[in-house]
């Protein structure tokens, strides 16, 4: 059975929150992206926040409504 996407937004945003120090958010989009990561996946921004504070506040924020962004699997990429 397929999980809510909203439930699996969600749990993606609790795991990230717990973990806030392995992301980071674009500061073209707001999306919330891998350390590691030099360019943002979908804006192609190379301008991030890294604080924790702030990698906590996006997922919540992210984990608590709809997507709202077209991603590359949206476009069958």
């Known amino acids: 059975m397929a999980q809510n996407p909203s439930n ?6 609790a795991k990230i929150a717990a ?4 992301y980071k958010v674009c500061e073209g ?5 891998g350390a590691n990561a030099a360019l943002c996946p979908n804006c192609h921004s190379y301008r991030f ?10 997922a ?6 709809d997507q709202k962004s077209v991603t ?5 990429s």
């Open 49 to 58: 926040e890294t604080s924790a504070r702030r990698v906590i506040e996006q």
């Open 29 to 33: 989009c707001d999306s919330i992206v």
């Open 8 to 13: 699996n937004r969600a749990e993606t945003a």
């Open 72 to 76: 590359a699997e949206d476009l069958g």
């Open 60 to 65: 919540n924020l992210l984990g608590a409504r």
């Open 19 to 22: 973990n806030p120090q392995s």
